[in-house]
């Protein structure tokens, strides 16, 4: 009898989920064109799943093991049962090797249900609760009627009765290994997750490397979209992304703004964008909500789209909220801890571009914002004139009037503030006590468009780039320096689209390597125990997390570590706009990120970005100082040339999780 069915109902089911395949891949087609290597994809996408894929799962050991057991003996008990099973290749060496690998894939399958008994909040329920049992079903299933073919019982082992259960056991694993890969179920995420390995939209991100700058909108285009309005207006890399979403819930533990009870849970955002992308409701999302004031969450099954409906509607109930989207701090948390390695943060400045460019709709004093940008070269809307006024007495060489210089300090926005002004002026002293030969744009440097983009306009961060790549152009520098990890990030990766391919540091990066030349001579630092907060745009999106620390070492400051930092660190609360579109929720990210720091006891936070600095100290007192790392480095100075000079300490390198 088994024979007999098996094989029926193998292929039946192959038959279906190639089916499904078709189906699905029309769903994607239904987006924009993409330009994608379609066969280099494929071939690369092994090494990707292997080693890029398992390199972000392996921070979860359990989960990595299990993924490794399950996945690795189901692909191989699907291919070997087609074998034995299917093709009725008979041979001893195929069957034992099919019961090893469902034998493995059963074990795998175990721990997965462990997992699923008491799952944490963070992973969705429903569909989800019944595929440890699925798997399960599958493994003990082939693994009992492979017994016979490989000689360890008699081919009529057990008779009708057993081989009823057995076809049943059968029937359900294929049904949703098979058909769930293709036609919607917990195993969609392998079918779409392979094909998003190999065709996705940052190839650039694997193979240890990193691609963190958004996007530009081609504006000289009238056909080209303005962001994206519908699901159809993606690219169709995207959709095959978010269809790959495994509903794990890294992101939504990830997420500042969820934390903080704004309106916005990563992981249903994406999930919203394959109910559009289907057509129907969230009525059926098993995870978090959205979350609302109330504590209660937003209730489902109140928001509907389709391909060709408009994602947020004004007013009235669309897809998503348009607060959802103007409550993302553009922190990448989300990307970083996402093992699919799906984008969030690009497909949320995308829906922010049609708003803002089409609909004029950038919430609170996000317009005022742009118009100031667009009036004064600066987000706050101060005289442009006055942008060299934090240095009247510094003495700085104008770069416009020597023409050449090793280094430019990109002065930024922060010349505007008084409080970050003391950043920049310790700076200052820092580079002048190394001897640096460096100099500034003065009144010809202009905002470098960070704010902009992040609020979706293109236009006006379009405009102010090529104004400010126009302006570089005309003179001779060797790299650019910069206090502020957002403008660092813009000029380094995002310029480079227009033109402008620079060499470009932050400042700690900067000064780790005048130390390390030994250019500075550093006393030890006098202050109490020290944390470090590491920024969102020069840690996650850059790289960057060691460099402020060798600083710190040098100054004989051992660093008290909070539990989010490194690549895991908390936003502060102050990227992609947020505190311009002020979307209210239940606390306030920089109150959540100073509970971290006093976790830590420590007395002083050295901050790397004057936006952290901004939000940081924006927490009621009493609470740490925040001070720059500049900062602290030109206070060693200082010490330094006292007349009992203390000895200069060398920085160790260390590495951080």
Same mark, same amino acid.
């Given at each position: ?54 390199? &972000? ?57 462990? !997992?699923? !008994? ?124 978010? $269809? ?68 947020? @509607? ?20 989300? &990307? ?80 505007? $503030? ?159 706009? @947020? ?13 959540? !990120? ?53 000895? &200069? ?9």
């Amino acid at each position: 009898m088994l024979n007999t069915l098996l094989p029926i109902l193998l292929f039946a089911a192959l038959g279906l989920a190639v089916l499904g395949a078709l189906r699905r891949a029309a769903m994607w087609r239904r987006g924009r064109a993409s330009k994608v290597d379609l066969v280099g994809g494929l071939l690369a996408m092994p090494r990707r799943y292997m080693v890029d894929l398992h390199h &972000v799962v392996a921070r979860d050991k359990y989960i990595a093991n299990t993924h490794v057991a399950t996945a690795g003996g189901a692909v191989a008990s699907i291919v070997l049962a087609l074998l034995v099973h299917g093709f009725g290749l008979h041979n001893r060496v195929l069957a034992y090797a099919l019961l090893l690998m469902s034998a493995l894939m059963f074990v795998g399958a175990i721990f997965v249900y462990r !997992r699923r !008994r008491n799952p944490p909040s963070r992973l969705s329920k429903g569909p989800w609760m019944r595929l440890p049992k699925s798997l399960l079903a599958f493994s003990a299933s082939f693994f009992l009627v492979t017994l016979p073919v490989a000689g360890i019982l008699p081919e009529q082992f057990g008779g009708w009765l057993l081989a009823a259960i057995l076809a049943l056991g059968v029937l359900w694993g294929v049904s949703e290994l098979f058909l769930g890969m293709t036609w919607g179920g917990p195993m969609k995420h392998a079918f779409a997750g392979a094909l998003h390995l190999a065709w996705h939209r940052r190839a650039e991100r694997f193979g240890g490397g990193r691609s963190t700058g958004l996007k530009p909108l081609d504006l000289e285009d009238p056909s080209a979209p303005l962001g994206v309005e519908k699901p159809v207006d993606f690219t169709w890399n995207q959709l095959l992304g978010f $269809d790959a979403c495994v509903q794990c819930g890294k992101c939504e533990a990830a997420c500042p703004a969820f934390a903080a009870g704004q309106p916005l849970n990563p992981k249903k955002l994406i999930q919203d964008m394959v109910v559009g992308l289907a057509g129907g409701s969230d009525a059926h999302f098993a995870g978090s909500p959205y979350p609302s004031l109330d504590g209660r969450g937003q209730p489902l099954g109140e928001h509907h789209g389709g391909p060709h409906l408009p994602i947020v @509607a004004l007013q009235g109930k669309a897809l998503v909220d348009a607060e959802t989207l103007w409550s993302c701090t553009t922190c990448r948390a989300c &990307v970083e801890e996402c093992p699919m390695m799906i984008e969030h943060v690009d497909a949320i400045v995308d829906m922010r571009r049609h708003l803002t460019l089409e609909k004029g709709a950038t919430p609170n004093k996000g317009a005022e914002v742009l118009e100031n940008l667009i009036a004064t070269d600066n987000p706050g809307g101060f005289n442009p004139g006055g942008r060299m006024n934090w240095a009247a007495d510094l003495n700085l060489k104008l770069l416009p009037e020597v023409k050449s210089t090793e280094v430019l300090f990109w002065v930024g926005d922060g010349a505007f $503030d008084m409080r970050n002004q003391r950043t920049l002026r310790a700076f200052v002293k820092v580079l002048k006590a190394a001897g640096v030969d460096f100099a500034v744009l003065g009144l010809e440097e202009r905002d470098s468009g960070d704010v902009a983009r992040r609020l979706g306009d293109e236009a006006t961060f379009q405009q102010l780039a090529r104004r400010n790549i126009q302006t570089l152009a005309k003179y001779q520098f060797q790299r650019i320096v910069t206090c502020d990890p957002h403008s660092f990030h813009v000029l380094k990766n995002e310029y480079g689209a227009l033109g402008g391919d620079y060499q470009v540091q932050h400042h700690s990066t900067y000064i780790a390597e005048l130390i390390a030349a030994g250019q500075l001579d550093l006393g030890r630092h006098k202050g109490g125990s020290v944390t470090y907060h590491d920024p969102c745009y020069l840690g996650r999106y850059n790289g960057e997390y060691e460099a402020p620390r060798q600083v710190l070492r040098a100054l004989g400051i051992e660093v008290k570590e909070m539990q989010r930092a490194g690549f895991r660190s908390r936003c502060c609360g102050g990227g992609g706009g @947020a505190p311009i579109t002020d979307i209210p929720g239940k606390q306030r990210i920089p109150d959540m !990120r100073m509970e971290d720091i006093r976790e830590t006891g420590a007395e002083l936070v050295a901050v790397g970005c004057p936006q952290c600095t901004a939000m940081l100290e924006g927490v009621v007192e009493p609470r740490p100082m925040i001070k720059d790392i500049a900062e602290l480095v030109a206070e060693a100075l200082l010490e330094s040339a006292a007349p009992s000079k203390a000895p &200069v300490v060398k920085a160790e390198p260390a590495e951080v999780h």
